[in-house]
Structures are given as structure tokens and as C-alpha cells.
């Protein structure tokens, strides 16, 4: 067995063993250096690469690079002394790293399966609202434990000795809080029950304490962030309000039930109220750095999910320790059979309840939609396990006193009937509750939208249920009739979730594409296409997803081609779009043919013809004079030239004519071929 060897700091101590392994690291880097070098100097030399001499040292080159990773890594201790700890997920991060749930944890959680079924016992001595409330006060302060231990874990890791040596100290504690759970609740009065639990309860919150503060210190250092602290800060003042009422208890109120169930429940309150408004304190949009430290998703929900079968296996375990004996039995074993199905499928369908309507990825979940829903998510968590505990306590009430003959038989007491529907009733309302957290407004919107009938009837069906559970005990039925009803009507809501599977996840994958959108590796993306967008025409304003930008980008840039078009057909309507580009190479040609017309011209003593800008073309014999267009004479228009009616068109002598012909031809050229004809016959 290798020795372990304790730090200072959180490094190691030098042993013989590793000062030989970094000696040998340190020739083996020296050896494989010496190898790289000749390498180089044979590639110099011009041996060229694909040499068998460079190919082997090449190969030998890799050899003692893995060799020295090899070394390298056992030359590192397994577990330290002690070391400050590590955050396990950052706001940047895309997805969660590699978290899973340890055996360390599942004997933690062996601890409260324990503890459930002593607080079961308990309340099943005492079916009143003063048992209720004391069962209710311990289950709290023991459950608080429990949550403070995972927030913790999901947000920190540590791998060192003394941070696992606080994990011992942690479940003997819990250990020895569940062993003061007294068969009655009376029962904290005897044998200093109350004050022992108290004493475990506030050393548990000191360790919680201690790490909160160790956290504060180790944000400080070069890996620490600002999320550390604040979160730091606030975990220890929630740790210490809840210390101080569990001190009042133990000093002022040591064995006086009522003074100690109200400081216990004022402990959870208080320090439930920390985390919220360390959660509510600055509450930034979603994608963003929140004000506290993330939870590693995946670990956080697969811990809720196993608490949940923790408490369900309470209920399943109090209907097996009922069994059905013939000589003291007040029923038929028939009736037994059906009250025992009945109940064992409420237990089997709260759990097909739970686990179809929570979400298993977290982004699905409540947690990925901010912190406020995160928060009443954890708070309705705390309220569905006391119900799940308590109905697995009434039914195992109304079942044992339904077989005790001398109560009456095949009847039961209406407390236990009553415990049994209104736990129940309070079950579906929970997982109802969070279902709405995890889809939110939107979903119920899409939902009623898809299918309204269907989406009215099974709400309809609900009230309907939660108001005949709430009923139930006042009929005064037989003990299989109610836990028939109660069955029924858990069966019923089962049954609507199968139909509500599909819508689901539908919503599901549309959450995980909202999700997608908003995470941070597609800020960059999202940016860019928003830049592009922007510079072929204004930037889009409308709430559209980053996957639609390039269809708008082609569709601003069609666009803006569009109205380019339409303003260079405005300005120039009888110049076609496809002679834009040769505008210019033409103009050249045409200002040359004009200068030598004008030149010709004023040395014949003429005026000087105007340019072809295609807004004034100078009239030619037998031509049009519309602007911007030239076109042969009708017969009318010659004979009125010919006739010479119109000095204006007086034909110049021949030298003229044909010069101002030579420039009428460049100017059609100009214009395109089927624009303008030139009429050389004068």
C-alpha cells in the first residue's frame, strides 16, 4: 500500500521515492532534449526527413516523451493533506464537466433512509397536528442538513484527506441525530433527546461553516472569482443564523418540545431565506453571470432524484412492515390483498408522477430559467418530500388499524385517513407546481393552444381529484374503500401524464433550442451575422432566432439591390441597367467625336451642335427631336422638312452633315444598338 504523504500549502512533502522519480524525469528530459537536437541538426545536414535515421530518432523522441508523462504522472500523490477548493462549473462554461454521484453519497443518503423511517414511527404513535408539527420541525432541520451538504458538492470539489475526513464527521453526525428521533414525540423530553439532537444539528452547521469560510479565503487566490465570495459570504451568514437558533434551543429550551421544534423550523426559515436573497439580491438575464456561484446541473438534479426514492422507499417500506396475520385480523385477507395493492400503486404512481414530469436534463429543467424559478423549485422540494413521507405514514396507519379487530375492523381512524388523502392532494399539487416551473407561462399557453378541449377536461379532472381527496375523511368509509379512492385518483393523474408526454417533449426540444441560442458560444456567431446584416442595409430589429439570420441577410441584400435598381431606372429611365457599366468607357469616345464636330463646324461658320448627354440630342435631317431618343422621320415630318417650314432644321453643307452623321452614329453606340438610328441618307 503506497504511503501517503502529507503537505503543506497543498503541495506535497518530499519523499525518497519521488525525489528518485523527478531525477529520473529530469534525465529522461535531458536525454529526449539531446534526441530532438540531433534530429535537427540531421534534418540540417540534409539527411531530409524521410531518412530511416531520422525516423528513428523521431520514434524515440516519442517513446520518452510518453515515457516522461508516464513518470510524470505517478509521481503525483493520490490524495493530499489538505487543499483549498475548486469551483467546479463557471458561468462561460457550455456544458457541465464530468460530475457524477459517489459512493460517499449514497451512504450519506443510507443515513436518511433511516432517519425517514424513525420520523414515520414517530408520527404514526401521534396522528395529530401537534405530532405533524414535531415529525414536520425534525424532518426540516435533518433535510436542511442534507441540502447544505449538496449545494456545497455542487458547486465545489475537493479530493484532498481533510475535506474527506469532514465528510465522516458529517454522516456521524447525521447518524447520530436519526438515533434521537424518539418512538413519540413526548419522547424528547426522556433521555435528553431534544438536546442532542440540537447539539448534532448545530456542529453540523458549524462544518458548514468552516467550508463556507475556507471557500471566502480560497477566492482570493489566482483561480478564484468574485462569484465565490459573494456566494462565500452569504452561505455563512445563513450558517450562522441557523447555528445560533439550534444554540438557543440547546441552552434555553434543552428538552421543552414545543420551544425546540419552533427554533428548529426558525433555523430552516432563516437560513432558507439566505439563499434567496443571495439568489434575488442582483438577478442579471439569462446567459449571463449571476451575482452567486452555478450548480453543476446534472449532479444537482441526479441528487434531488435520488432524495426523492429515498422517500418513497419510506412509503414502500411502511406498507411491507403491515402484515396480515389470520388470528388478529378484523378483515378477510381478500379485502387486505385489495387495500395493499391499492396503496403500494399510489406509492408507484406519485413516483411515474414525479420522474415524467421533472425534466432530466437541466437544460429542461426549472434551474435553466433563472434564478427566481430555481429557488421556489428547491422551496416546493422541501413541502413534496414531508407530503411523500406522510402518505406513505397514513397508509401505513389506516392499513394497520384496519387489521386490528378490536378498533372495529375494516375501519380505521379518520386522523390516519385524513394524513393519507390530504398528503396525497398535497403530492399532485407539488408536482403540478413544479411541472409549471419547468414549462412556464409560455408552455401552458402552447399546450392550451395545441389541444384547448383536451387541456380544460384533465384541469378540470384535477380540481376535481384535489377537492374529493380533501373530502375523503369525512365520509367515513371503510379503510379499503379509502384507500381505493385515493389510488384512483393518483392512478388518474398518472394516466394524464402519459397523454401529456409528447407535449412534453415538444416543449422540451423548444426549450432546448431557446437554450441553445442563448448560450454563450453563439454570442460571437450572433454578433457577426448581426454586423453583417447591418452593412447591406438597416439592422434587424424583429425577435428572431440566430438561425434565421441568413435568410434575412439575402433578403436585406435583395433589397437593397432593388432599390438601387429602381433609383438608377428613376434617374435614367430610357438607359437599360446592363449599360451602367460601360457609361463611362463610352463618354470618352463620344466628348473626342464632339470636339472634332464642333471644330469642323466653326470653321465653316456654323453653330457648333449641342452634346449627346441623352437629355438634348441636336436635331438631325430626317430624325426625331424627342429627348433622349433618336428615331427615323414619318413621312409627314420629312415633307414638312423638305419643305424647309422649320429653319431650325436647316441642313448644314455636306462636310458639316457628315461629321454631326459620324457623331449622331458614336452617340447611339453610346446609347445601345437598338436605342437610336442614325439616317446617313440626306
Known amino acids: 500500500m503506497s504511503k501517503v504523504t502529507p503537505v503543506r500549502g497543498g503541495r506535497a512533502l518530499a519523499s525518497p521515492i519521488r525525489i528518485r522519480v523527478a531525477n529520473t524525469v529530469r534525465r529522461m528530459s535531458r536525454r529526449k532534449s539531446s534526441l530532438e537536437k540531433a534530429a535537427a541538426a540531421g534534418a540540417a545536414a540534409g539527411s531530409g526527413s524521410g531518412s530511416m535515421w531520422t525516423k528513428k530518432l523521431k520514434r524515440r523522441i516519442l517513446v520518452r516523451g510518453q515515457m516522461i508523462a508516464a513518470f510524470k504522472e505517478a509521481a503525483k500523490p493520490k490524495y493530499t493533506f489538505w487543499g483549498f477548493p475548486k469551483q467546479t462549473k463557471r458561468w462561460t462554461d457550455a456544458k457541465d464537466p464530468d460530475q457524477h454521484t459517489n459512493w460517499g453519497d449514497l451512504f450519506f443518503d443510507l443515513i436518511y433512509v433511516g432517519a425517514a423511517f424513525s420520523l414515520g414511527k414517530m408520527l404514526k404513535a401521534d396522528m395529530t397536528w401537534s405530532g405533524l408539527g414535531t415529525c414536520c420541525a425534525m424532518f426540516l432541520a435533518l433535510m436542511q442538513a442534507w441540502y447544505n451538504k449538496v449545494s456545497y458538492c455542487a458547486r465545489l470539489g475537493n479530493v484532498d484527506l481533510l475535506h474527506k475526513l469532514v465528510d465522516y464527521v458529517e454522516s456521524v453526525l447525521v447518524a447520530a441525530a436519526a438515533v434521537r428521533i424518539p418512538e413519540t414525540p413526548s419522547g424528547l423530553q426522556a433521555g435528553n433527546n431534544a438536546r442532542w439532537f440540537s447539539i448534532c444539528m448545530l456542529s453540523l452547521r458549524f462544518l458548514t461553516l468552516c467550508l463556507w469560510a475556507e471557500v471566502g479565503c480560497a477566492s482570493a487566490r489566482p483561480r478564484g472569482t468574485p462569484e465565490m465570495l459573494s456566494t462565500a459570504r452569504w452561505q455563512v451568514t445563513a450558517a450562522t443564523l441557523g447555528a445560533l437558533c439550534f444554540a438557543y434551543a440547546l441552552v434555553f429550551a434543552p428538552n421543552d418540545p414545543v420551544p425546540s421544534c419552533v427554533a428548529w423550523v426558525l433555523s430552516v426559515l432563516l437560513e432558507r431565506g439566505c439563499m434567496q436573497l443571495l439568489v434575488l439580491r442582483k438577478v442579471r438575464p439569462l446567459g449571463e453571470a449571476q451575482a452567486y456561484m452555478p450548480y453543476h446541473g446534472d449532479y444537482y438534479l441526479h441528487r434531488f432524484g435520488e432524495w426523492t426514492m429515498l422517500m418513497l422507499g419510506e412509503s414502500?417500506?411502511?406498507?411491507?412492515?403491515?402484515?396480515?396475520?389470520?388470528?388478529?385480523?378484523g378483515v378477510s385477507e381478500q379485502e387486505y390483498s385489495v387495500a395493499f395493492v391499492c396503496a403500494f400503486t399510489t406509492a408507484l404512481s406519485l413516483q411515474f408522477i414525479h420522474f415524467t414530469t421533472q425534466p432530466v436534463h437541466p437544460d429542461h429543467h426549472a434551474l435553466a430559467h433563472g434564478p427566481v424559478r430555481a429557488?421556489?423549485?428547491?422551496?416546493?422540494?422541501?413541502?413534496?418530500?414531508?407530503?411523500?413521507?406522510?402518505?406513505?405514514v397514513g397508509a401505513k396507519s389506516v392499513m394497520f388499524y384496519m387489521l386490528d379487530a378490536k378498533y372495529g375492523g375494516g375501519f380505521a381512524k379518520r386522523s390516519g385517513v385524513r394524513f393519507m388523502s390530504l398528503a396525497a392532494a398535497a403530492c399532485l399539487v407539488m408536482a403540478k407546481a413544479m411541472e409549471g416551473l419547468h414549462t412556464g407561462a409560455s408552455g401552458a399557453k402552447a399546450s392550451y393552444g395545441v389541444q384547448p378541449r383536451w387541456f380544460v377536461m384533465r384541469s378540470v379532472l384535477f380540481v376535481a381529484e384535489i377537492i374529493l381527496l380533501a373530502v375523503l375523511p369525512m365520509f367515513g368509509l371503510r379503510a379499503s374503500v379509502n384507500i381505493g379512492i385515493c389510488a384512483l385518483c393518483v392512478t388518474l393523474q398518472a394516466v394524464v401524464c402519459c397523454f401529456n408526454l409528447e407535449e412534453l417533449k415538444a416543449h422540451a426540444r423548444n426549450v432546448a433550442?431557446?437554450?441553445?441560442?442563448?448560450?454563450?458560444?453563439?454570442?460571437?456567431?450572433?454578433r457577426r451575422v448581426l454586423a453583417g446584416a447591418a452593412t447591406v442595409g438597416r439592422r434587424a430589429s424583429l425577435p428572431i432566432s440566430w438561425a434565421t439570420k441568413g435568410v434575412v441577410m439575402k433578403k436585406k441584400a435583395k433589397d437593397a439591390r432593388n432599390r438601387l435598381r429602381e433609383q438608377q431606372e428613376k434617374n435614367d429611365p430610357d438607359v437599360p441597367p446592363w449599360l451602367k457599366d460601360t457609361t463611362s468607357q463610352a463618354s470618352a469616345a463620344r466628348a473626342g467625336?464632339?470636339?472634332?464636330?464642333?471644330?469642323?463646324?466653326?470653321?465653316?461658320?456654323l453653330e457648333p451642335p449641342g452634346p449627346f448627354n441623352g437629355d438634348q440630342v441636336t436635331p438631325l435631317p430626317h430624325c426625331s427631336t424627342a429627348p433622349g431618343r433618336l428615331r427615323p422621320l414619318n413621312a409627314p415630318e420629312r415633307a414638312t422638312v423638305s419643305a424647309g417650314t422649320d429653319e431650325s432644321l436647316a441642313v448644314p453643307d455636306e462636310v458639316a452633315v457628315e461629321d454631326m452623321a459620324d457623331a449622331g452614329a458614336s452617340a447611339s453606340a453610346s446609347n445601345g444598338p437598338e436605342e437610336a438610328t442614325v439616317v446617313t441618307e440626306l
Open 316 to 329: 414502500v417500506l411502511s406498507l411491507l412492515v403491515v402484515r396480515y396475520d389470520a388470528r388478529t385480523a
Open 375 to 392: 429557488m421556489w423549485w428547491a422551496n416546493f422540494m422541501f413541502l413534496y418530500s414531508l407530503a411523500l413521507l406522510v402518505v406513505g
Open 513 to 526: 433550442q431557446i437554450n441553445m441560442i442563448k448560450s454563450p458560444q453563439l454570442k460571437e456567431m450572433k
Open 593 to 605: 467625336r464632339q470636339a472634332e464636330v464642333a471644330t469642323v463646324a466653326r470653321s465653316r461658320g
